[in-house]
């Protein structure tokens, strides 16, 4: 399932450029175009899922599959053991675009509490 419409949905269809770092069956990693530390890699489902809210039991797999992704790019990068990985939910918490992704932070020391 996909929206044309909507941004990540683009870049999974490849009518949009990104610079992937990962492509598995069921998911896509792809740096941050705006990037926030020296890792800033975007871990999303290929299909389209508006936010963590919005995921349910029947996607466990697909967690899974998100989790590993995440890590192996942590791996690829240089920074497991020392990382952070965040989703906003939201336009309060500061979501703009409404495709689940998680963000792979790192390669610089991050504060708490985030902002
Ligand atoms: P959010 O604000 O929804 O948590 O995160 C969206 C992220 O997507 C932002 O960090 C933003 O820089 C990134 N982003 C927005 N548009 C694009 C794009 O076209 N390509 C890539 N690679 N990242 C994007
Ligand atoms: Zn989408």
Redesign the pocket.
């Known amino acids: 399932m996909s929206d044309g419409d909507c941004?990540?949905c683009r870049?999974v269809a490849r009518e949009?450029p990104?610079?992937v770092v990962l492509d598995r069956d069921e998911v896509l990693a792809?740096?941050?175009?705006?990037?926030?530390a020296p890792t800033?890699v975007?871990v999303i489902p290929k299909q389209h899922i508006a936010s963590l809210e919005a995921v349910a039991e029947h996607h466990g797999e697909l967690l899974a599959a998100l989790v590993a992704a995440v890590n192996q790019v942590a791996r690829a990068d240089g920074v497991a053991g020392g990382f952070r990985v965040?989703?906003?939910i939201g336009r309060a918490?500061?979501?703009?675009?409404?495709h689940l992704?998680l963000?792979v932070l790192g390669g610089r020391p991050m504060s708490w509490p985030p902002g």
């Open positions: 941004l990540f870049i949009l990104a610079e792809f740096r941050d175009v705006n990037p926030q800033h975007l965040v989703t906003n918490a500061g979501q703009s675009v409404d992704h963000h």
